[in-house]
């Protein structure tokens, strides 16, 4: 398996445009987790989905974000629109299950609001 | 709420010598605790899982310890190698709930 795929690795944008990263989990894995790593804040969970379903999305920051996961194998994260405290670095994991055993990460996208 | 501490924040060591990496969180009711590394620019790696009921885990030069009532875990790396330069972060994930919270993480570099 290549393992959880994120797309773009790095995209830069102007303030007020929309953005959407895009996440391929590794197959027969049913939990995808949203994540954004900063240095002031570390890794921080946005929102986590359990076979296709948004479980919690408490650490979505604001309505600006939004997050769909229309079927197994694939996930968006949308910010609309952009500002630049979006900046951080967006990495997607997936696990077996639920209450998971080992996640695995995607190598992240890089983003930049100017 | 749960938090997870490591300290030092970094930590620079001679080639050969051994790694010992702390983390320490405060609600001791939890599920399991990983240790992960991280890589400049890249994602994290799961290194090491324990379970609550563990006390503690092996993986060729790594081991890592549990210590629930006392909210602790350590990380072990034998005789280190400059390969094992990165960052390592441990998370723990409550027993009721599925959310792994991450400490912020030790820098390690290994000098040749």
């Known amino acids: 398996d290549a393992g959880v795929i994120q797309s773009p690795r790095h995209e830069v944008t102007e303030m007020g445009q929309e953005v959407t990263l895009r996440c391929k989990p590794i197959s027969g894995h049913n939990s995808l987790f949203w994540y954004r790593q900063t240095m002031m804040r570390g890794l921080e969970l946005l929102i986590y989905f359990n076979n296709n379903v948004p479980i919690d999305d408490s650490g979505m920051p604001e309505d600006r974000f939004s997050a769909k996961m229309p079927n197994a194998s694939f996930s968006t994260l949308k910010i609309q629109p952009s500002e630049p405290r979006d900046s951080a670095v967006y990495f997607c994991?997936?696990?077996?299950?639920?209450?998971?055993?080992?996640?695995?990460f995607g190598s992240g996208t890089q983003l930049s609001v100017l | 709420k749960q938090e997870v501490t490591q300290i030092p924040a970094a930590l620079s060591v001679p080639e050969g010598e051994n790694l010992v990496l702390n983390c320490s969180f405060t609600d001791s009711a939890i599920y399991n605790l990983q240790w992960f590394r991280q890589d400049p620019g890249k994602g994290l790696t799961s290194l090491l899982l324990?379970?609550?009921?563990?006390r503690e885990q092996t993986s060729g030069r790594l081991n890592a310890s549990l210590d629930k009532s006392s909210g602790r875990s350590t990380l072990y790396i034998a005789a280190s190698q400059p390969g094992d330069s990165a960052t390592y972060l441990c998370?723990?994930?409550?027993?009721?709930?599925?959310?792994?919270?991450f400490g912020g993480g030790t820098r390690v570099l290994v000098k040749p």
């Open positions: 998370a723990v994930i409550k027993a009721a709930g599925n959310k792994l919270t």
């Open positions: 994991a997936s696990s077996f299950q639920q209450v998971y055993e080992k996640l695995f």
């Open positions: 324990i379970q609550s009921s563990q």
